[in-house]
């Protein structure tokens, strides 16, 4: 059976991303392309639905973005929303102009004509604005769907063409009823079946995979946090032994992480891992370096040299697989509004491919975060595998402000597991991007007992934050602080005094280096 696919036309909108993520809760499998993709490649991909998402233009300033106009004689449904809906008004020659007074925040939207898109909902409904333009007059065909205080024209309809305009924005959660509308548009207007799930996702992956990967082997670098995890039981899945995991313990990983690798993926899922003990060889690599970004290098190094020296004892290997995830390989537009191909090279393995003349195999490259989780959860991980925070590749490197050294590593990693244990019991845990130890280059003075100690300080960073671009300190109740303060200072020996961070992201970043 084909893949049903719903094309995103990007027009630069803040939230682009959260309208595919939207389709995609509707278990419709849709891709986010520029607005400029030309009409050939848009029906190659043979859509049943087209959405043209909002943006920071006004459609009558010259150079203001414009899709391929053959788009609207392809047959195909087509929802715009803000921007989208301005520039399908615009360019099937409607009016579209300034508001008397730009539109932001809550609305009232007053439905006139339900159609299909409004199915379900009550004659009055809230919705977010956020507009400057709007449709003034219709264009030949359309009709009027609804109306706020604002917006004479709130929402239009071609109905014969399937052709379908929204002011608001459905994608946001300020607008309640905006799923309602996506499922509207999906399965009432463009016809299509909620059968994109991570059960159907499986069946093709692994059915891609074998016939990508013949007889051959795949080796695949294992760092323990969710992408490479996720990606390693899928290609288990799909190719069982033939999949051979490298996980290189560079001497910076957290607490118990190796033993975690090996007791998952090797004694319950039965993949084939290696493990390379390379704690000296790094470690020897950072003497005496101090600057982050050295470190950072380094360590980058180190690990395309580990890899190498262990990939080449299993023979010849042709493909290299990689947690590559959806927004990576994104053709984003620019905030600028020019399309831009943001195509980002993994931290841990870049060069490898190159290098060794590999070929990638990348089987996340489809999914967003979220849906890597669900996968990961269907493919039998556990929970506390698959909702683990983010951990950088340069590990504890950059938890330890100066010099690393087996010594330093080893207090930090009591400490950093004391947070974990805390933070883990906390309710309010899943609401938390990230939350770590920092280990700082000062000491200060302290009593234990009738003794005066001179040891170090830890600093504790917790913070909260959707996609790591801005993060807040995350307000945790005093008494978790004070509980996690209590036993860093009382179990970890060299630690006398613990400070919380207090800075958001920007100006200050997550990690300390
Ligand atoms: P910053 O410190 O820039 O971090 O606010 C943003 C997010 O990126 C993670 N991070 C890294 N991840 N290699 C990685 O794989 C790195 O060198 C690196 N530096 C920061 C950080 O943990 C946070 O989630």
Same mark, same amino acid.
Not at 64 to 77: A, T
Not at 87 to 116: C, F, P, S
């Given at each position: 059976?084909?893949?049903?696919?719903?094309?995103?036309?990007?027009?630069?909108?803040?939230?682009?991303?959260?309208?595919?993520?939207?389709?995609?809760?509707?278990?419709?499998?849709?891709?986010?392309?520029?607005?400029?993709?030309?009409?050939?490649?848009?029906?190659?991909?043979?859509?049943?639905?087209?959405?043209?998402?909002?943006?920071? $233009?006004? #459609?009558?300033?010259?150079?203001?973005?414009?899709?391929?106009?053959?788009?609207?004689?392809?047959?195909?449904?087509?929802?715009?929303?803000?921007?989208?809906?301005?520039?399908?008004?615009?360019?099937?020659?409607?009016?579209?102009?300034?508001?008397?007074?730009?539109?932001?925040?809550?609305?009232?939207?007053?439905?006139?004509?339900?159609?299909?898109?409004?199915?379900?909902?009550?004659?009055?409904?809230? !919705?977010?604005?956020?507009?400057?333009?709007?449709?003034?007059?219709?264009?030949?065909?359309?009709?009027?769907?609804?109306?706020?205080?604002?917006?004479?024209?709130?929402?239009?309809?071609?109905?014969?063409?399937?052709?379908?305009?929204?002011?608001?924005?459905?994608?946001?959660?300020?607008?309640?009823?905006?799923?309602?509308?996506?499922?509207?548009?999906?399965? /009432?207007?463009?016809?299509?079946?909620?059968?994109?799930?991570? /059960?159907?996702?499986?069946?093709?992956?692994?059915?891609?995979?074998?016939?990508?990967?013949?007889?051959?082997?795949?080796?695949?670098?294992?760092?323990?946090?969710?992408?490479?995890?996720?990606?390693?039981?899928?290609?288990?899945?799909?190719?069982?032994?033939?999949?051979?995991?490298?996980? !290189?313990?560079?001497?910076?990983?957290?607490?118990?992480?190796?033993?975690?690798?090996?007791?998952?993926?090797?004694?319950?899922?039965?993949?084939?891992?290696?493990?390379?003990?390379?704690?000296?060889?790094?470690?020897?690599?950072?003497?005496?370096?101090?600057?982050?970004?050295?470190?950072?290098?380094?360590?980058?190094?180190?690990?395309?040299?580990?890899?190498?020296?262990?990939?080449?004892?299993?023979?010849?290997?042709?493909?290299?697989?990689?947690?590559?995830?959806?927004?990576?390989?994104?053709?984003?537009?620019?905030?600028?509004?020019?399309? $831009?191909?943001?195509?980002?090279?993994?931290?841990?393995?870049?060069?490898?491919?190159?290098?060794?003349?590999?070929?990638?195999?990348?089987?996340?490259?489809?999914?967003?975060?979220?849906?890597?989780?669900?996968?990961?959860?269907?493919?039998?991980?556990?929970?506390?595998?698959?909702?683990?925070?983010?951990?950088?590749?340069?590990?504890?490197?950059?938890?330890?402000?100066?010099?690393?050294?087996?010594?330093?590593?080893?207090?930090?990693?009591?400490?950093?597991?004391? #947070?974990?244990?805390?933070?883990?019991?906390?309710?309010?845990?899943?609401?938390?991007?990230?939350?770590?130890?920092?280990?700082?280059? !000062?000491?200060?003075?302290g009593v234990m007992g009738d003794e005066r100690t001179y040891e170090n300080?830890?600093?504790? /960073?917790?913070?909260?934050?959707?996609?790591?671009?801005?993060?807040?300190?995350?307000?945790?109740?005093?008494?978790?602080?004070?509980?996690?303060?209590?036993?860093?200072?009382?179990? !970890?020996?060299?630690?006398?005094?613990?400070?919380?961070?207090?800075?958001?992201?920007?100006?200050?970043?997550?990690?300390?280096?």
């Open positions: 059976m084909e893949k049903k696919t719903v094309i995103v036309l990007d027009f630069g909108a803040q939230y682009n991303q959260l309208i595919a993520r939207r389709v995609r809760e509707c278990n419709v499998y849709c891709v986010l392309l520029p607005y400029n993709t030309p009409v050939s490649r848009i029906k190659a991909l043979k859509p049943s639905g087209i959405i043209m998402t909002g943006g920071p $233009s006004s #459609v009558s300033m010259k150079g203001s973005p414009r899709c391929d106009s053959r788009i609207f004689g392809l047959g195909v449904p087509i929802l715009g929303i803000c921007y989208g809906m301005q520039l399908m008004g615009y360019m099937l020659g409607g009016r579209v102009g300034q508001t008397r007074k730009r539109e932001y925040g809550h609305a009232d939207l007053v439905i006139d004509n339900k159609e299909k898109v409004f199915s379900g909902l009550k004659k009055k409904e809230k !919705v977010w604005m956020s507009h400057g333009d709007q449709v003034l007059k219709l264009p030949k065909g359309f009709v009027r769907l609804a109306h706020t205080k604002n917006s004479k024209i709130a929402s239009m309809c071609h109905p014969e063409k399937k052709f379908y305009g929204v002011q608001f924005h459905p994608e946001v959660i300020h607008t309640p009823k905006g799923m309602q509308i996506f499922r509207n548009f999906l399965y /009432r207007i463009a016809g299509l079946k909620p059968t994109w799930t991570m /059960r159907s996702f499986i069946k093709e992956a692994v059915r891609d995979m074998r016939s990508a990967v013949g007889k051959e082997k795949v080796v695949l670098g294992l760092s323990g946090g969710v992408d490479s995890s996720v990606a390693a039981a899928l290609l288990h899945r799909a190719i069982g032994k033939r999949l051979h995991c490298i996980f !290189v313990d560079n001497g910076l990983l957290r607490k118990d992480e190796k033993a975690n690798v090996v007791d998952t993926f090797e004694r319950h899922l039965h993949v084939n891992l290696y493990v390379a003990d390379a704690e000296k060889s790094f470690l020897k690599a950072l003497e005496d370096v101090i600057d982050p970004e050295r470190k950072r290098k380094i360590i980058g190094r180190e690990f395309i040299r580990v890899f190498e020296s262990e990939a080449r004892h299993l023979g010849k290997v042709r493909f290299l697989a990689q947690g590559t995830l959806y927004p990576d390989v994104i053709e984003s537009v620019s905030a600028k509004g020019g399309p $831009s191909a943001t195509i980002k090279t993994h931290h841990n393995v870049g060069g490898l491919p190159k290098k060794m003349g590999f070929k990638l195999i990348e089987p996340l490259k489809d999914l967003f975060k979220d849906e890597v989780r669900k996968l990961g959860k269907e493919l039998g991980l556990s929970d506390k595998l698959v909702y683990r925070q983010p951990f950088p590749g340069p590990g504890l490197a950059v938890r330890i402000i100066g010099d690393v050294t087996k010594k330093r590593l080893d207090i930090l990693r009591e400490a950093d597991a004391a #947070v974990q244990e805390e933070m883990e019991r906390y309710d309010g845990y899943k609401g938390i991007w990230q939350s770590f130890a920092v280990l700082l280059p !000062v000491k200060t003075v300080v830890v600093a504790l /960073r917790i913070v909260t934050s959707l996609d790591a671009m801005t993060a807040d300190w995350a307000k945790v109740p005093y008494d978790i602080l004070g509980r996690i303060s209590n036993r860093i200072i009382n179990e !970890v020996k060299g630690v006398n005094r613990v400070v919380y961070d207090i800075s958001s992201k920007p100006p200050s970043t997550i990690e300390w280096e």
